[in-house]
């Protein structure tokens, strides 16, 4: 025998089809191994071989068919039966359960973005409450400096005053005015210097209290709020991206798959001047034989 199954044949497949059919297939192999195409003789019986070739692929597809047409025709009733029986009814079940989960998730979400907000909310409060005590402690300070400063400035106006009043006594000759006028603008420098210095320690003090609070305030941040997670056994959450088109002409060609049914029908009808309308194409013409199945 020139050719043999690769494999067992199916029980549905009755023995006499299998042996017919494999009979048939050597002598037609044997048929093919003979012929020679070297004249218009040998071309007509090498035509009427894939003729009769073509007719017993017809006879061979028709005795599948006739097989698989009823276990196609059983197994559809199979699937029919249990996915309308029960696969699509425990499909709306789910549905309604599943509806409640991701009901109380979606509720559950929601309560922690209102926690979430508010915590944001109450944390930008306390940032602008710390910024305004900052700025109003840098005022204070400010102001309470100027008035050290100009205690200073009066201070040493008197001082000028009392030397003034020294000079004057001592043109007179009033040693002991002078002495006098001189202790008091000595004690009036004094006073002024002091209250320079004490002018500059308020600034410095005002300022890095200031600047306590104002990183005090940046550092005032909402707690993290979480979603509450309702573990259960059996029951894992999980995110899934999805898409729609909105606009295919804004979608990249690296995501767009040529239409090869679509480009083939155009390219039979139009041949060359296919290219023209795809684009992107070559188009060629290449020699076959049709052959017509032998009739029985």
Known sequence: MATNPTEAAPPQIPATVQQAALAELDATLARANAVQVTNVDEYASAVQVLSQIAAM???RTNERLDITRKMDAAKSAVMDFFANTFITPLDRIDGIIRGKVKAYDAEQ?????ERRK???????RLRAETERKA????????LKAKAEREEAERQ???ADRARKQEEEARAKGDADMARAAAATARQLDAAAAKSEQKAERISETGAARAQSLTEQAAAIVAPVVLTEQTKVPGKAKRTVWRHRITDAAKIDRKFMSPDESKIGAT?????KDAVD?????EVWEEDDISIKAAKS
Not at 118 to 124: C, G, I, K, L, N
Not at 267 to 271: D, E, G, S, Y
């Open 118 to 124: 508010a915590a944001e909310a109450e944390a930008a």
């Open 57 to 59: 692929k017809t006879r």
């Open 135 to 142: 700025r109003e402690e840098a005022q204070r300070a400010q």
């Open 277 to 281: 309308v795809v684009g992107g194409i």
């Open 156 to 158: 040493r106006q008197e």
């Open 109 to 113: 979400k929601r309560i922690a973005d």
């Open 267 to 271: 390219v039979r009808a139009l041949k």
